[in-house]
Each structure stands twice: as C-alpha cells, then as structure tokens.
C-alpha cells in the first residue's frame, strides 16, 4: 500500500516511520513503544556510557523483537579554553547571583561524546540492526567494522552537497533533515544557519542527488506531513517532536506544559543551551542570551555551565536554561501512547495518499 517499500524493506519494519533520537528526553521505553507500534525505534547513545547503553539495548532486546537503530554523534572534539570559559561564565553570572549559585563551583563537564574505537567494538558487541550517525560519518575503518557486524549505516545532511558526500561514502539511507527539525543540525560541511533549506526544497533535491532512500526529517506531526514526504520523492520519514507527549517519554512537567503551549513559531535555532546550533521550545536564556550568542563556548561546552542552573530553575517548575529540543510541528503533537501513535500516524498517512491517488 506504500508507493515506495525500500525503507520498509530495508529496516523489516512494518512502517517507514523512524523514531528520532532524542538525548534527554527518552530511553528505552518510547523505544520499544514505537517499535511495538510498527516504526524503527531509536535509542541515543552520544550522553550515554557504554554500561548504559548495553543495559537500555538488553532492556529494549527484552521488550520487543524489533530491529533497533542505535545514534552516535560524530562531531571532532574542541577544547574549552579558560578564556572562553571566563567569558561565558560571565554572561551568565547575573543568573547565577539570581538562584545564589556560586559560578566557581565545580561541575561535571557536559558529555557528548563522539563515535570512537570503544563505542565501535561496542557496536560489534550489540549489533543493532542499525546505526545512524549526526555531524557526518566516523573513519571510514569504523564503517567498515559496523558494516561486517551487519548492521546498516544511515546519517543526517542538511544539504544536497552533505546528502552526496553521505552516499559516495556508503550508507544505506539518508536523512534530509529541513530547518524545520528539532534538535541539534546534522550539519557537517557547512556552518552557515541561514542558508540551512526547509524540506520543501531540500528534499526533492537529495533524491534526485543520490540513489539510497531518503528519509525526511523535520516539520511531520500528521499523515499529511508523512504523504507529503512521499510526494516529494522520499522513501520513509524520521519524528520526533510528535513522540514528546507521550506518556513513555522522559519529558519533565515543566517541558510538557511548554509542549502543550506550542505555537508554530514557539522554537528557534539556538547555540546558547551546547554551542552548536540546535531547533529548540524557545526560554529564558535563548530570549535573553541569544538565540545565537558569540559568547557561547563550542559544542558541548556551552552546556556545562548551565547545569546548575537548570537544575534550579526546574525545582520551580521552570525551564528558563532547559533544552527542549523541538521541531516547527510541535503544535501537531498529542498525548498519545507511541505505539497508538505510531499506528494513527501511518493509517491517515496511508488515507491521505489514497484519498490524493483518487
């Protein structure tokens, strides 16, 4: 009944719809929800220990027989300088004197950590199904170990030109993700945000760019967000925002009244809360701070000094320095469990399609 089955083939789900990675907000059980409601379920790895990332894959083994795509950053490490670190401590210490918190006290540094030879053998180890890659593609040695463990290779671009460098190196799928995605910018060959391309015009530009199936990421809360992807020539479709409501995520009660509250110019691109441009439900800090300040320290230092003050402000109830990371739908999400969305999602999908063929 779907007019292009290579998603569907290639991943053996039984709808082309991907659950998103989303740090923070979810772990294994909104995996296993959406897998046991038909789409890929995706666990993100890039915050997570090796120990903890084998206990949530043996949770999620447990839970469902699914195939299970797990999500790594690629992004090369940069140092925090004390000089960057002064400066952005600085822009914030009115914040700090507000909650009384002392800006010289200590604090873990912020994890992101990008794909490397442990968390390769730890891919061998699991052997996902899939592995999908943001900020590009780990040595092409990396590849080809996940490759021989058996698992597909699918990543982000955000440009035509970053979708063809992702196809000449391999992968199985590519994920067009539009300006309207939220989350960090899978962006790797560019740093320009403003020319960053809505899914409107960046999509059917990938497909008739490169011979894998792509996957559309960015602005689907419904099935006709998911019949439009198609229409556009892709393959299946990658969502998150929609997923936020539901009871399985890890959403704090602060985040789910801001969700509820979302309006279609509720998010913005934003360095403030990492350091690396990001789609997120706009707060204090970015209003204030940005959204894209030059004081914020490069990705993921940005996030470390906000800490502390995340955690103060959330003990009221607000999440003036909280990354809710969202994309331009967030309006269309609904306080659905994942696997009955997951299901509404695809039948009015398969009827707006059928309903357009006549």
Same mark, same amino acid.
């Given at each position: 009944?779907?007019?292009? /089955?290579?998603?569907?083939?290639?991943?053996?789900?039984?709808?082309?719809?991907?659950?998103?990675?989303?740090?923070?907000?979810?772990? =294994? %059980?909104?995996?296993?929800?959406?897998?046991?409601?038909?789409?890929?379920?995706?666990?993100?790895? !890039?915050?997570?220990?090796?120990?903890?990332?084998?206990?949530?894959?043996?949770?999620?083994?447990? &839970?469902? #027989?699914?195939?299970?795509?797990?999500?790594?950053?690629?992004?090369?490490?940069?140092?925090?300088?004390?000089?960057? %670190?002064?400066?952005?401590?600085?822009?914030?210490?009115?914040?700090?004197?507000?909650? &009384?918190?002392?800006?010289?006290?200590?604090?873990? !540094?912020?994890? $992101?950590?990008?794909?490397?030879?442990?968390?390769?053998?730890?891919?061998?180890?699991?052997?996902?199904?899939?592995?999908?890659?943001?900020?590009?593609?780990?040595?092409?040695?990396?590849?080809?170990?996940?490759?021989?463990? +058996?698992?597909?290779? @699918? *990543?982000?671009?955000?440009?035509?030109?970053?979708?063809?460098?992702?196809?000449?190196?391999?992968?199985?799928?590519?994920?067009?993700?539009?300006?309207?995605? &939220?989350?960090? $910018?899978?962006?790797?060959?560019? %740093?320009?945000?403003?020319?960053?391309?809505?899914?409107?015009?960046?999509?059917?530009? @990938?497909?008739?760019?490169?011979?894998?199936?792509?996957?559309?990421?960015?602005?689907?809360?419904?099935?006709?967000?998911?019949?439009?992807?198609?229409?556009? +020539?892709?393959? +299946?479709?990658?969502?998150?925002?929609?997923?936020?409501?539901?009871?399985?995520?890890?959403?704090?009660?602060?985040?789910?009244? *801001?969700?509820?509250?979302?309006?279609?110019?509720?998010?913005?691109? #934003?360095?403030?809360?990492? +350091?690396?441009?990001? /789609?997120?439900?706009?707060?204090?800090?970015?209003?204030?701070?940005?959204?894209?300040?030059?004081?914020?320290?490069?990705?993921?230092?940005?996030?470390?000094?906000?800490?502390?003050?995340?955690?103060?402000?959330?003990?009221?109830?607000?999440?003036?320095?909280?990354?809710?990371?969202?994309?331009?739908?967030?309006?269309?999400? $609904?306080?659905?469990?994942?696997? %009955?969305?997951?299901?509404?999602? =695809?039948?009015?999908?398969?009827?707006?399609?059928?309903?357009?063929?006549?």
């Amino acid at each position: 009944m779907w007019p292009d /089955r290579r998603l569907i083939d290639l991943f053996k789900t039984e709808f082309p719809i991907v659950l998103a990675p989303m740090a923070g907000v979810m772990d =294994a %059980e909104l995996v296993i929800a959406a897998a046991q409601g038909g789409a890929l379920g995706s666990l993100p790895c !890039a915050m997570l220990s090796p120990d903890k990332i084998r206990e949530q894959v043996r949770i999620i083994r447990n &839970g469902v #027989t699914a195939p299970v795509n797990l999500n790594f950053f690629c992004h090369t490490p940069v140092e925090l300088t004390a000089e960057a %670190e002064a400066r952005w401590k600085q822009r914030l210490a009115g914040y700090y004197r507000e909650h &009384g918190l002392d800006p010289a006290a200590p604090v873990n !540094a912020a994890n $992101r950590a990008p794909f490397d030879a442990a968390t390769c053998a730890l891919v061998e180890e699991l052997k996902p199904e899939v592995v999908s890659f943001h900020f590009g593609l780990p040595e092409q040695a990396f590849l080809d170990r996940i490759r021989a463990a +058996g698992c597909l290779v @699918i *990543a982000s671009a955000t440009t035509v030109k970053e979708a063809v460098w992702l196809d000449q190196r391999g992968v199985d799928a590519v994920i067009a993700q539009g300006a309207e995605a &939220g989350g960090h $910018r899978g962006m790797f060959l560019t %740093e320009k945000i403003s020319e960053q391309p809505g899914n409107l015009a960046l999509v059917p530009q @990938i497909v008739d760019a490169v011979k894998v199936p792509v996957i559309v990421a960015g602005g689907i809360g419904d099935g006709r967000g998911i019949a439009a992807a198609f229409a556009l +020539g892709a393959s +299946g479709v990658q969502i998150g925002s929609a997923y936020l409501r539901c009871p399985e995520s890890k959403v704090t009660a602060a985040g789910r009244a *801001a969700l509820a509250e979302g309006r279609d110019d509720s998010t913005v691109i #934003t360095n403030v809360m990492t +350091g690396r441009p990001a /789609r997120g439900v706009q707060n204090r800090l970015m209003r204030e701070a940005g959204p894209i300040c030059p004081d914020a320290p490069p990705f993921p230092h940005a996030a470390t000094a906000l800490v502390p003050l995340k955690a103060a402000a959330e003990k009221q109830s607000r999440a003036d320095f909280t990354n809710l990371w969202a994309g331009q739908a967030i309006a269309m999400g $609904r306080d659905l469990p994942a696997a %009955e969305l997951t299901r509404d999602l =695809a039948k009015s999908a398969l009827a707006r399609m059928k309903a357009l063929a006549g």
